[in-house]
């Protein structure tokens, strides 16, 4: 870990220049050109924690005011820090992630676009997507987040079913689930559903209607994941009754049967689009690609000649704050080890449907293909891949056991 505040004798400027010297010394990895590189922004407050959630959100009661105004002064005090580490890139794609980024106001969104586009160079068609949740729907606001310069949305539905909503701890229920749905397709070209199943109680025939109801709106991008019990949640304390495995799996085929006569194609383990709606920014990450986190709890990638480092921002919200503030937003700031990349790069590439080039493994990770050779023979050798022209890609089977199949590489 490197040093990541300055030492009270030691300038601001002198600092970022020591940092920038740090990260551009000679190192064991050779990237012969860097990746395509996004911005992610965490928004961390949401309505109401629920009981599956291990994301940095935090509750947020109405009766409080939120802090938008700091909180994005804050954002912009530390995309200012981090400007030197990304000099002279594009980025294509930026992500409002939370948290519910939709509790902000639509003003409050176009002063956040409004200083990243003062700051960054941004493709000209750069995909911006915020999450948004029904309970925070309000008619026209959708409309607001578009004319803000938001050009994606995903709505986090999870069910169309009240039962099933209640019994994930969601705030909304599914008249303003549909409401959010209708107005998101009025007023954006991409937009995604994201559902979950092997909900508590759920059958195969509840989840038919829930994929039914969702392509009903012809969404151009649908997510769904699988309810998964994490640490450190209410559900994990209190773990509810759910679908045995084998009931989740035909669950899985009912969905890629649905969304493919849907005219959707499923090109990553959770993810289906029609052609030309993948979401470029999910994408970057799978394709190991950088991406600069901004934001309470915020995680960055970034590549430079010799090293691949990680960042993760202060994470609680007061204390971000001050520290974005005063100019040292960074709680850790760590090299990739060169053991651990084969691992970092598959645990990603893996879950596309398409696999990866090998020449684009060399590039991403510095790293010969030898590092990788063993792996990819017992992976082909148990049918969890194939290999033709230069590619790796999973096989349905992979797909099936991609857990096993990632840890080949470790």
Same mark, same amino acid.
Request: hydrophobic letters at 40%; one cysteine or more; aromatic letters at 10%.
């Given at each position: 870990?490197? =040093?990541?505040?300055?030492?009270?004798s030691?300038?601001?400027?002198?600092?970022?220049?020591?940092?920038?010297?740090?990260?551009?010394?000679?190192?064991?990895?050779?990237?012969?050109?860097?990746? =395509?590189?996004s911005?992610?922004?965490?928004?961390?407050?949401?309505l109401?924690?629920?009981?599956?959630?291990?994301?940095?959100?935090?509750?947020?009661?109405?009766?409080?005011?939120? =802090?938008?105004?700091?909180?994005?002064?804050?954002?912009?005090?530390?995309?200012?820090?981090?400007?030197?580490?990304?000099?002279?890139?594009?980025?294509?794609?930026v992500f409002?992630?939370?948290?519910?980024?939709?509790l902000?106001?639509?003003e409050?969104?176009?002063?956040?676009?409004?200083?990243?586009?003062?700051?960054?160079?941004?493709?000209p068609?750069?995909?911006?997507?915020?999450?948004?949740?029904?309970?925070t729907?309000?008619?026209?606001?959708?409309?607001?987040?578009?004319?803000?310069g938001?050009?994606?949305?995903?709505?986090?539905?999870?069910?169309?079913?009240?039962?099933?909503?209640?019994?994930?701890?969601?705030?909304? %229920?599914?008249?303003?689930?549909?409401a959010a749905?209708?107005?998101?397709?009025?007023?954006?070209?991409?937009?995604?559903?994201?559902?979950?199943?092997?909900?508590?109680?759920?059958?195969?025939?509840d989840?038919?209607?829930?994929?039914?109801?969702?392509?009903?709106?012809?969404?151009?991008?649908?997510?769904?994941?699988?309810?998964?019990?994490?640490p450190?949640?209410?559900?994990?304390?209190?773990? =509810?009754?759910?679908?045995?495995?084998?009931?989740a799996?035909?669950?899985?085929?009912l969905?890629?049967?649905?969304?493919?006569?849907?005219?959707?194609?499923?090109?990553?383990?959770?993810?289906?689009?029609?052609?030309?709606?993948q979401c470029?920014?999910?994408?970057?990450?799978?394709?190991f690609?950088?991406?600069?986190?901004?934001?309470?709890?915020?995680?960055?990638?970034?590549?430079?000649?010799?090293?691949i480092?990680?960042?993760?921002?202060?994470?609680?919200?007061?204390?971000?704050? %001050?520290?974005?503030?005063?100019?040292?937003?960074?709680?850790?700031?760590?090299?990739v080890?060169?053991? %651990?990349?084969?691992?970092?790069?598959?645990?990603?590439?893996?879950?596309?449907?398409?696999?990866?080039?090998?020449?684009?493994?060399?590039?991403?990770?510095?790293l010969?293909?030898?590092s990788?050779?063993?792996g990819?023979?017992?992976?082909?050798?148990?049918?969890?891949i194939?290999?033709?022209?230069?590619?790796?890609?999973?096989?349905?089977?992979?797909?099936?056991?991609?857990?096993?199949?990632?840890?080949?590489?470790?």
């Amino acid at each position: 870990m490197i =040093p990541i505040q300055p030492q009270s004798s030691e300038t601001a400027e002198a600092a970022v220049q020591r940092d920038i010297q740090h990260y551009m010394r000679p190192g064991t990895l050779q990237l012969s050109s860097l990746p =395509p590189l996004s911005l992610y922004v965490h928004l961390p407050w949401c309505l109401k924690k629920c009981p599956y959630c291990d994301f940095n959100s935090h509750g947020w009661s109405k009766n409080d005011a939120l =802090p938008e105004d700091r909180y994005i002064d804050a954002l912009m005090a530390d995309l200012e820090s981090a400007l030197p580490l990304i000099w002279g890139r594009t980025v294509h794609s930026v992500f409002m992630g939370g948290g519910t980024p939709s509790l902000f106001s639509p003003e409050s969104i176009d002063k956040l676009i409004a200083g990243l586009r003062a700051r960054l160079r941004m493709e000209p068609d750069c995909e911006i997507t915020m999450e948004a949740n029904p309970g925070t729907f309000e008619k026209d606001r959708f409309k607001a987040f578009r004319a803000a310069g938001v050009n994606r949305l995903s709505i986090g539905v999870q069910s169309f079913d009240d039962r099933f909503l209640q019994a994930v701890g969601r705030v909304h %229920d599914a008249a303003q689930a549909k409401a959010a749905v209708r107005e998101a397709a009025d007023n954006f070209e991409t937009f995604n559903i994201d559902l979950m199943y092997a909900l508590p109680g759920q059958s195969k025939a509840d989840l038919q209607r829930d994929v039914d109801t969702a392509l009903s709106f012809a969404p151009p991008h649908l997510s769904i994941y699988h309810l998964t019990i994490e640490p450190n949640t209410y559900f994990a304390k209190y773990p =509810p009754v759910i679908p045995e495995d084998d009931t989740a799996y035909d669950m899985l085929d009912l969905i890629t049967a649905s969304t493919g006569t849907a005219g959707m194609s499923r090109y990553e383990v959770s993810a289906y689009a029609k052609p030309g709606h993948q979401c470029f920014h999910n994408s970057n990450y799978w394709q190991f690609g950088d991406y600069l986190g901004i934001g309470a709890g915020a995680h960055s990638k970034l590549s430079f000649a010799h090293r691949i480092v990680r960042q993760v921002r202060f994470r609680d919200p007061n204390r971000y704050m %001050d520290m974005a503030l005063a100019g040292t937003p960074l709680a850790q700031d760590n090299e990739v080890k060169r053991a %651990d990349l084969p691992f970092e790069y598959m645990l990603n590439a893996l879950r596309l449907r398409g696999g990866f080039a090998l020449q684009e493994f060399m590039e991403r990770t510095g790293l010969p293909m030898s590092s990788i050779a063993k792996g990819l023979e017992e992976a082909q050798a148990k049918g969890l891949i194939s290999r033709d022209m230069g590619r790796v890609v999973p096989t349905e089977r992979g797909f099936d056991f991609l857990n096993d199949l990632q840890e080949m590489f470790l």
